[in-house]
Structures are given as structure tokens and as C-alpha cells.
């Protein structure tokens, strides 16, 4: 495993890890990461491939080929854009009974997963340990109760929550697979109060401090051995 002197972190995927342009004059995400790195290993490095707007195809067809030769660490979060491209499908595709309901979801389900674990599977191959971010809840109707039931729009932010479990039920199943996957991080768990939102659907300063934790945490537990 590689020693604290030569810690290189590569970050891939979309505006869950470049928030910056969400919440001006706070620090963003690659910026808190950044801080940290280089507090708790001076002489660590930051590569920084994660851009606002990424789907699947972006990190497997750019960002993974971007990936240095001396990387010790990867954290990934993709995957909510590209359920985001499927809410405008979802009002004129769903069916009429239940299990067409269940039917069409397992699909979308198997879609995804597919997609997913060609990524995976080309960070896997490198054969450096590497993190995984769950997709999260849409921020707008976060309660601090024991419920979370708001259909309201039906399909809008509101009524993603049922994909949203499959979609990380499909991210789980593939990173536990994968043999340098090491953790995954669960977002929908850490996302547990408003202000960890800049608006429904990005993090703040506060999600990104959260964030930050855990990729701080993820380093330092695989960095020594």
C-alpha cells in the first residue's frame, strides 16, 4: 500500500465534487478537499477531473483516460445526471398496473447498472483503491422527521425518491464487486438536513464539508500498510 508521503488523490464525476459555481464566495468541494489534503499530508496531490454536468459516458470516455500514473487514491460520484436525463421520460413511459411499474423500473434499474459497471470496471482495472458516492435525495423536500413522502409534482425532484434507491441499490451491487473498491459512500444518509443543500439538487458548503470528511477518512484509512 502507499505511504503517507505520496498520497496523489484523483476525484471523477460530476458537480456532487464541483459544486463551485452552486455557492460563490463559499469554498467548494475540490477546494475543502484540497485544504485537507495538504493539512493532513503536506505533501499529498490533488488531481481534479470532476466536472458539473458529467454523465457515465464523460468519466468512461474522458476522465478515467486523465487519470495520472501516480495515483494512489480515487473518489467517483456519476450518476445523478443521468437519472436527472430520464425524469422528462418517466410521466409518458410508466405504466398502468404496478408490476408494469416494477417491470419498467427493473429495467431502468439494469440500464444503469450496466453502464455503471463499465466504468467500475475500468477504475478496477488500475488496481488503485478507490471510493464510491451514492446517489443522493433531491434536496427540496428533506424532512427532519421520521417520513419522507411527497409525491406532490408526481415526477419532478419530489417523485425521484423510488429511483434514486434503485439506481444506488444497482451502484452498490456493482462496487462491492469490484476488488480495489473500498468504501461506498452513502450520500442519502449523510445528506440529512437542509443545509447540507444549496438547492434541491447540489451541495453547499455544508454537503461539501460532509463530503470532505469522508473522503479525508477513506485516504487516511488506505493510505498505510
Not at 464510491?132 to 413522502?149: L, M, N, Q
Not at 409534482?153 to 429511483?163: E, P, S, W
Not at 461506498?184 to 451541495?203: K, M
Request: proline share 3%; aromatic share 8%; hydrophobic share 40%.
Amino acid at each position: 500500500m502507499n505511504n503517507n508521503n505520496n498520497i496523489h488523490f484523483v476525484m471523477l464525476g460530476d458537480s456532487v465534487f464541483d459544486n463551485g459555481s452552486y455557492i460563490p464566495g463559499e469554498p467548494a468541494v475540490e477546494e475543502q478537499v484540497s485544504k485537507q489534503l495538504k493539512r493532513i499530508y503536506p505533501d499529498g496531490t490533488l488531481t481534479f477531473k470532476a466536472e458539473d454536468g458529467a454523465v457515465m459516458s464523460d468519466v468512461l470516455d474522458h476522465q478515467i483516460h486523465e487519470i495520472p500514473k501516480e495515483a494512489t487514491h480515487i473518489a467517483l460520484s456519476i450518476g445523478g445526471n443521468d437519472l436527472l436525463d430520464l425524469r422528462g421520460n418517466l410521466g409518458d413511459m410508466v405504466g398502468t398496473r404496478f408490476q408494469e411499474n416494477l417491470i419498467f423500473l427493473s429495467k431502468l434499474k439494469q440500464e444503469f447498472a450496466e453502464k455503471f459497471r463499465r466504468v467500475i470496471n475500468n477504475i478496477d482495472s488500475l488496481g488503485i483503491p478507490f471510493t464510491v458516492c451514492t446517489i443522493y435525495y433531491a434536496g427540496s423536500i428533506v424532512e427532519t422527521g421520521e417520513k419522507r413522502i411527497d409525491l406532490g409534482d408526481a415526477l419532478g425532484f419530489a417523485g425521484t425518491d423510488i429511483v434514486v434507491d434503485a439506481f444506488d441499490a444497482a451502484i452498490t451491487q456493482v462496487s462491492q464487486k469490484a476488488e480495489n473498491c473500498r468504501e461506498i459512500i452513502d450520500l442519502r444518509l449523510l445528506f440529512d438536513d437542509t443545509n447540507c443543500y444549496a438547492n434541491p439538487i447540489e451541495p453547499s458548503c455544508i454537503g461539501g464539508e460532509k463530503i470532505t470528511d469522508q473522503l479525508m477518512g477513506f485516504i487516511q484509512r488506505w493510505s498505510n500498510g
